[in-house]
C-alpha cells in the first residue's frame, strides 16, 4: 500500500518514497545521453555555431526540468523518487495536507527502536515523520499514520488522581516518546534563503528577459538591471532574517520549576518537563510577587490563579483560572 489516507486536519494523504540513485534520477540519465550523444553526433556532423546551439538548448533544458523540482513537488517525486508499497522500503513521505492548509510537501521517513513498556517486554520499532513541528506514528493495526497522541482527552477524576511519572524507566519511555518541552524556530542562514528567493519562477523569469537584453549593443543597462535585482533579492532575504531572528527572542525563557518526579518534589527546568507531569507553580504574594511564565499547557489541580493568555488569543484582560473541583 502505496497511499494512506489519515484524513486528520493537518495532513490529508500520505505517500511512500523512496529516493532514486543519483545515477538513476530522470534529471540526470537521460541528459548524461543526450551530452553523450551532442558530442559524438553532433559536433562532428555540424559547425561550431550550430552545435552550441544545440547544446545550449540542451543547457536550458537541463536547468528548466532542475528548476521544476523546485517548483513542484509532484514533479520532483516523478524525477528524484519512486513509488513503493512497502513501508519498510521507504525513506520519504510526500504529504498531501488537509484542504485550506498550504501546499505539499516531501519529508524524510524515520526508524527507531522503541523501548519496551509495562504492556510489551519487547523492543520493537516505530515508524514516523514530523510535519509542521507534529510527528505522525504509523499504527501496525490500523494500517495508517496517526498524530502522536498525548494525555489530554482523559476524565477529570483521572488528572486529579495523576501524581506524576512514578519512575525513571517512566521519565525516559515519556522523554523518548514525547521529547523535550523546547520548540525550536528555523534559522536559516543567508545563502539558503537567497537560494530560494533566486529559484522562484518570477525572479528567473525576470533574469531570462535581462539575458535576451544583453543582445542589444546597450547591453551594460541590462547588466546593471541585473545587478539591481540581485541587491533587492538579498535585501529581501536580510528582512527574512531579522524577521526570525525577532521571534526566536520572543520565546520564554526557561525557569526552574517543582515537579513531582519518582514520589517526591524535585526541581527541573522548564525545558525537561513531560506531559502527565505534576507541576508546582507559586508566586509571592504583594508588589514584590514577581510574574511567573507558564511553560506549557496545563491543567489546575489545586488553587487558583490569574493569567495573561494575551500571547495565545490576543485578549489583554487577564482570565481567572480555578481546579475543575472548585
Known sequence: MSRFHVGGKVVDKVDLLRKKPTAWRLDVWPFAIMYLLWLTI?????????AAIVF?????????????TAWSVDFKCFVQYSKVSDIHHADACKITPAKFSGSKEVVPLHFRKQ??????????????????KQCFIYSEEEKSFSKLPYPT???FGYYLKCSGHGSDAKVLTAT??????????????FQKLMKEHCMEPFFVF????????????????????????FMFESTMAKSRLKTLSELRRVRVDSQTLMVHR????VKLSGTDLLPGDVVSIGRLSGQNGEDKSVPADMLILAGSAIVNEAILTGESTPQWKVNPLF
Not at 523501548?115 to 509542521?132: M, N, P, Q
Not at 523518548?176 to 542562514?189: A, H, L
Request: proline share 4%; glycine share 8%; hydrophobic share 40%.
Open 176 to 189: 523518548e516518546k514525547w521529547g523535550r518541552n523546547v520548540f525550536e524556530y528555523p534559522q536559516p542562514t
Open 42 to 50: 553532433v559536433v562532428p556532423s555540424l559547425d561550431f555555431v550550430d
Open 115 to 132: 523501548v519496551a513498556s509495562s504492556s510489551s517486554s519487547t523492543d520493537g520499532e516505530e515508524i514516523y515523520f514530523d510535519f509542521r
Open 206 to 229: 525576470q533574469v531570462f528577459c535581462v539575458g535576451l537584453w544583453c543582445l542589444d549593443e546597450y547591453w551594460y543597462y541590462s547588466l546593471f538591471t541585473l545587478f539591481m535585482l
Open 262 to 265: 519518582c514520589g517526591k518534589w
Open 56 to 68: 545550449g538548448g540542451l543547457v536550458v533544458t537541463h536547468i528548466l526540468v532542475l528548476l521544476f
Open 153 to 155: 482527552k482523559e476524565t
